[in-house]
């Protein structure tokens, strides 16, 4: 199966670089990138700035996907991933039982994935060159 994929940026970038980028977004360091236009469009336009919508199509053939947009998952799931990959304080007590509840009852290990998609992104999460 092939996906055309869009990553909003504020250059043009010819093929995905992973490893770079910022290492504190929701699924942590990895490619983002949406199936839709305009969100990548709104990605690329940062602080009143052009930016580009660059555009690719993925094989996902041989690709281990998690899939949050599945019925199995729900909010729950994708909050325990972020809380992972964010950085903010947790000071009061409820603030730390409920991180704590969260990675105990929703926590999902994504290293396993090559892909993973959530609310309107995804990201790639390994060096998948060949897939492009």
Same mark, same amino acid.
């Given at each position: =199966? +092939? =996906?055309?994929?869009?990553?909003?940026?504020?250059?043009?970038?010819?093929?995905?670089? @992973? /490893?770079?980028?910022? !290492?504190?977004?929701?699924?942590?360091?990895? $490619?983002?990138?949406? %199936?839709?236009? %305009? !969100?990548?469009?709104?990605?690329?336009?940062?602080?009143? *700035?052009?930016? $580009?919508? &660059?555009?690719?199509?993925?094989?996902? *053939?041989?690709?281990?996907?998690?899939?949050? &947009?599945? +019925?199995?998952?729900? #909010?729950?799931?994708?909050?325990?991933?972020?809380?992972? &990959?964010?950085?903010?304080?947790?000071?009061? %007590? =409820?603030?730390?039982?409920?991180? +704590? @509840?969260?990675?105990?009852?929703?926590? !999902?290990? #994504?290293? *396993?994935?090559?892909?993973? =998609? /959530? #609310? *309107?992104?995804?990201?790639?999460?390994?060096?998948?060159?060949?897939?492009?």
């Amino acid at each position: =199966m +092939k =996906m055309k994929i869009f990553h909003g940026s504020k250059k043009i970038i010819e093929k995905p670089q @992973f /490893g770079v980028g910022k !290492i504190h977004n929701d699924y942590g360091r990895g $490619f983002y990138c949406t %199936e839709s236009l %305009e !969100i990548a469009k709104e990605w690329a336009c940062d602080y009143l *700035e052009d930016g $580009f919508a &660059n555009a690719y199509e993925l094989d996902c *053939e041989e690709l281990k996907i998690l899939n949050l &947009n599945d +019925k199995k998952y729900n #909010i729950l799931h994708w909050l325990s991933i972020l809380i992972q &990959n964010r950085t903010f304080s947790s000071n009061s %007590e =409820m603030e730390i039982m409920s991180k +704590k @509840f969260l990675m105990e009852k929703y926590n !999902i290990d #994504i290293s *396993e994935y090559d892909l993973i =998609m /959530g #609310i *309107e992104q995804m990201i790639l999460i390994s060096d998948l060159q060949k897939t492009f």
